[in-house]
């Protein structure tokens, strides 16, 4: 049923954009891009993670001047586009004698725009914890240290898995913002292999493999989500 | 042998505008077994809930075992009060075992060892010693209220507050809550216990105090309040729980 020239024009798309042979040559480059790609991301989301469960801490149990500085960092940094940061961070901060690598500036800005989300999910977290569990910690005479280790973090971390999954993948789909200050992370590497080849195919194997990875962590945030709602409250 | 373990003087307590406690003096002695009963609203939570610091009274003095407590004291004398909740309020991702022993090692500073054998020790005498492993979802309400009775004592407390520790369970494990606390009644603990079950007021209080609108109405040994009541408000009360 196929003409002759339907066939071909099928060939000639795929030669264009998923050719065999340029995807082997150019599959060194991406991979490298690849590590750079998760290890930005890997770095951003655990900074981001460390720095949202200080800052939601101190938003909720510090005094006034230290709360206050804390809900403005959250504010500031969630109204805030990161492009806009990291384009700050790598071109403006270099007049005031700061200079960061690409890496640096990229992971930066994606840990304290993380750190902002990720105090907003924590604190939401920490208060879905029960007022009688706070109450029976106190009775038994645990220290605020103790009450939030041993009782109030466990719980609230169980409560905020689907949500930090969801910021995580987040964090990871901005890191292709990274090649706007000369990164050479996989969408960096795949427009470099682009032009070198004179062919798209590079590109769309970065997108296929974004999707590979981001995907598998897109599910995991359904069936979470899915277990919740079937234990109920 | 029978100083006041707690002593509460013209205490008051207020939220917002609105006072729960008026003037409230009452001195519980060591090994007294004191049992608060009264309407709902009438008070009776915020009274046990100040003398563990729950809720911070804002007038009077309260003693626990010859410190003041409260407004910005230290709480170490707290820890000599312990508390079992009408909800339980067990720690829903530790075994029962290590709900038990976490007092201990953290504050009392125990290894945890010690605070294992010392939680399975007192898992036997509210009989749930072949529970321990289990986590508190697992339990029945019954049973998980006989291990918040556990957690509060492996402390070794010198008092222990009651806080309606069976308005929360099905009609059928009341009894076995009952038991286990008139056991401990009989160890020389001092305890205060607010509770709608007169049947146990009667049998194990040495005292009991009837409250009404955030004041103490009327005390005095079980005999005299159920049988010879003096103040109206305590005998309507007594007839509307009495009645079913
Ligand atoms: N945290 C609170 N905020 C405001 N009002 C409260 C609070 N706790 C208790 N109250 C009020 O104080 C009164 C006494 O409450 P409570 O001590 O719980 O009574 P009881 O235990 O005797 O039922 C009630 O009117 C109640 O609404
Ligand atoms: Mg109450």
Wanted: net charge positive; glycine share 8%.
């Amino acid at each position: 049923m196929v003409t002759n020239a339907e066939a071909l024009s099928v060939m000639s798309i795929f030669d264009t954009f998923l050719n065999w042979k340029v995807f082997v040559q150019t599959l060194p480059l991406l991979l490298s891009g690849l590590t750079t790609t998760l290890t930005l991301g890997v770095t951003a989301i655990v900074l981001g993670f460390i720095g949202g469960l200080v800052l939601a801490l101190v938003r909720l149990y510090a005094k006034t001047p230290l709360r206050q500085v804390a809900v403005a960092y959250i504010d500031v940094f969630r109204s805030i586009p990161i492009l806009v940061l990291l384009v700050v961070i790598y071109y403006a901060l270099p007049f005031v004698g700061l200079r960061l690598s690409s890496f640096g500036a990229a992971a930066s800005a994606l840990s304290l725009v993380s750190a902002a989300y990720s105090a907003e999910i924590f604190r939401a977290g920490i208060e879905a914890v029960p007022k009688g569990q706070f109450e029976a910690a106190h009775a038994l005479g645990l220290s605020p240290w103790r009450l939030m280790s041993d009782v109030v973090l466990p719980q609230a971390l169980r409560i905020v898995i689907p949500p930090i999954t969801s910021n995580s993948i987040n964090v990871m789909k901005d890191t292709a913002l990274a090649s706007v200050v000369a990164m050479p992370d996989l969408l960096k590497q795949a427009t470099q292999a682009q032009a070198l080849a004179a062919n798209p195919t590079p590109l769309i194997s970065a997108a296929i493999i974004y999707i590979l990875i981001l995907m598998p962590l897109v599910r995991l945030v359904g069936v979470f989500e899915k277990r919740l709602a079937v234990r109920g409250r | 042998m029978t100083r006041p373990i707690i002593e509460m003087k013209n205490v008051a307590k207020s939220f917002g505008l609105f006072q729960a406690l008026h003037s409230i003096d009452l001195s519980v002695r060591e090994g007294e077994i004191v049992v608060i009963i009264g309407p709902s609203g009438s008070g009776k939570s915020t009274l046990i809930r100040c003398i563990n610091q729950l809720e911070e009274h804002n007038g009077g003095t309260i003693i626990v075992d010859g410190m003041e407590v409260g407004r910005g004291r230290k709480r170490a004398v707290l820890t000599e009060v312990g508390m079992v909740f009408q909800s339980f309020n067990l720690f829903p991702h530790m075994t029962v075992l290590r709900n038990v022993a976490l007092g201990p090692v953290r504050v009392r500073g125990l290894s945890w060892v010690a605070a294992e054998e010392r939680a399975e020790r007192l898992l036997a005498r509210v009989g749930l010693a072949d529970q321990a492993a289990k986590y508190p979802a697992q339990l029945s309400g019954g049973q998980q209220q006989r291990v918040g009775i556990a957690r509060a004592l492996a402390m070794e407390p010198k008092v222990l507050l009651f806080d309606e520790p069976t308005s929360a369970l099905d009609p059928e494990m009341v009894g076995e809550v009952l038991d286990v606390m008139q056991q401990l009644a009989k160890t020389g603990v001092t305890m205060v216990v607010v509770t709608h079950e007169m049947g146990f007021a009667r049998k194990v209080a040495d005292r009991v105090v009837f409250m009404d609108g955030g004041r103490i109405v009327e005390e005095g040994p079980p005999d005299e309040i159920f049988n010879t009541p003096r103040d109206p408000r305590l005998r309507s009360f007594l007839q509307a729980v009495l009645s079913h």
